[in-house]
């Protein structure tokens, strides 16, 4: 069956320090890959993508992903955390196999501490 | 400014008593979803619609129904609610064709409580 999953229900880091978010998919084909944040009260905002190309991709608000395909992984990193980037993170997959099937991982709680 | 709308934003209603969400996008969007969000479970898809008149089931459709008359508009309708949907739920939409990889823009939900 076709997964995503995020390790992680929670992840903490200190302000200023790095942080990872971790995702692994097991999906066929050459899936897009995607994440988005979740703050209190609002729906999903989307931070960055991998299509194709070099496997670090960069987003909104200072976050990167790194792609690996040999080991399915697609982790969310900053190099510097803030008390603002907590919230809920999620990792998605959309399937290319001819459909627009999306599947997302269960989500992880980020949380910043001052 | 580009948006997907849904409402209500918060209902509470009873066992059996149908309802229906609305959501509508201003994107024009030919691909629309609906998805429950459940702790420890993520977002799950209920349907989605590629376009006009057409819809397919995602991962968790029973006890819902959609339609897609109008490409801005996809309502979803719980016919006889029951507790176990109790929920939040997004809307979303997204461009395909061309712009196929670009990603999905998402209401601001919709929390059911059913009694």
């Known amino acids: 069956a076709q997964s995503v999953a995020q390790p992680e229900d929670q992840v903490n880091v200190a302000e200023g320090n790095p942080l990872t978010v971790k995702c692994t998919y097991s999906?066929?084909?050459?899936?897009?890959l995607f994440w988005y944040v979740q703050y209190p009260n609002r729906g999903l905002q989307f931070l960055l993508k991998?299509?194709?190309?070099?496997?670090l991709v960069k987003g909104s608000y200072g976050f990167e992903a790194e792609f690996n395909k040999s080991q399915t992984s697609f982790h969310l990193k900053k190099p510097s955390a803030l008390v603002s980037d907590s919230a809920l993170y999620f990792c998605?997959?959309?399937?290319?196999?001819?459909?627009?099937?999306?599947?997302f991982g269960t989500g992880t709680r980020l949380k910043v501490l001052a | 400014e580009a948006q997907v709308t849904q409402n209500p934003r918060y209902l509470i209603t009873v066992t059996g008593k149908k309802l229906t969400v609305t959501c509508s996008q201003n994107?024009?969007?030919?691909?629309m979803s609906w998805y429950r969000q459940d702790p420890g479970l993520g977002l799950r898809q209920i349907y989605y619609s590629m376009n006009v008149e057409v819809t397919d089931k995602g991962d968790v459709p029973e006890g819902y129904k959609v339609s897609r008359k109008e490409k801005r508009n996809f309502p979803l309708i719980l016919e006889s609610p029951s507790p176990n949907q109790t929920s939040l739920y997004f809307c979303?939409?997204?461009?395909?064709?061309?712009?196929?990889?670009?990603?999905?823009?998402f209401g601001d939900g919709t929390r059911l409580s059913i009694l």
């Open positions: 991998y299509i194709t190309g070099d496997n």
């Open positions: 998605a997959v959309r399937c290319t196999s001819g459909t627009y099937k999306y599947i």
């Open positions: 994107m024009n969007h030919e691909y």
């Open positions: 999906v066929s084909g050459n899936p897009y």
């Open positions: 979303a939409s997204m461009a395909t064709g061309a712009y196929s990889n670009q990603p999905q823009h």
